[in-house]
């Protein structure tokens, strides 16, 4: 079975700090996506990664950056969090047709 | 840009058959999608279909897609009180040769008992 592993299922913040959400996978697959869910707005994508130190924006990826440094593993950084980044994060990997997802991690900003 | 539409909430009896319905933008959309979200969890694959099908049968579950109307629906037989989740539409579109899943708001399924 595919696992797509988040570091975190819950993290509280405080405004200002850098924040840190890993995903890991074990499949050897090239494509990985990190999504924002918040309630009536679905996902929402904030950046993907086609390869190794590959990436590229998605639809909301302004406060975010992304690290790629092995294949397995899919960093989403919070710069400088603030309470508006409140919210449901998933990361997706994906060999090519099917995207496998992991848990979640329901990130507060206090 | 792209978008994927669906309804918000959906309430079926046990027993019924469920519908979900939902609505995308990109002709070029390869590949559709459905996914389930139970709470506190991430997201499971349930099914997909290819953009030259217009019907995939698997067990409970039956996907219908109109290509020439964008329309792509999803009905559950003998809906049961476990199907009771949050029911997502996906549309696999390409941007500059590099492909992304554009997801719907997603349809809240309650089943009543």
């Known amino acids: 079975d595919v696992k797509v592993t988040q570091s975190s299922r819950y993290l509280v913040k405080r405004t200002g700090e850098k924040v840190f959400l890993e995903c890991v996978q074990d499949m050897d697959h090239e494509n990985m996506f990190w999504y924002r869910q918040d309630p009536g707005l679905g996902l929402r994508l904030i950046y993907f990664?086609?390869?190794?130190?590959?990436?590229e924006k998605g639809d909301i990826p302004e406060g975010y950056s992304v690290s790629r440094e092995k294949k397995e593993r899919f960093s989403l950084i919070l710069e400088s969090a603030s309470t508006n980044q409140t919210s449901m994060y998933l990361c997706?990997?994906?060999?090519?047709?099917?995207?496998?997802f992991g848990q979640g991690t329901r990130l507060t900003v206090v | 840009g792209e978008d994927v539409e669906q309804s918000l909430f959906l309430s079926v009896r046990e027993g019924d058959s469920s519908v979900i319905n939902c609505t995308y933008t990109d002709s070029s959309s390869t590949y559709l999608y459905w996914y389930k979200q139970e709470p506190g969890a991430g997201l499971q694959l349930l099914t997909y279909?290819?953009?030259?099908?217009d019907m995939k049968q698997d067990q409970r579950l039956t996907v219908l897609l109109n290509k020439k109307d964008k329309h792509l629906s999803l009905r559950i037989a003998d809906t049961q009180t476990g199907d009771s989740a949050i029911y997502f539409c996906?549309?696999?579109?390409?941007?500059?040769?590099?492909?992304?899943?554009?997801f719907g708001t997603g349809t809240r399924l309650k089943v009543l008992a």
């Open positions: 996906a549309a696999l579109g390409t941007t500059s040769g590099t492909y992304k899943y554009i």
């Open positions: 279909i290819f953009s030259n099908m």
């Open positions: 990664s086609y390869d190794v130190k590959m990436k």
């Open positions: 997706a990997s994906s060999p090519g047709v099917e995207a496998f």
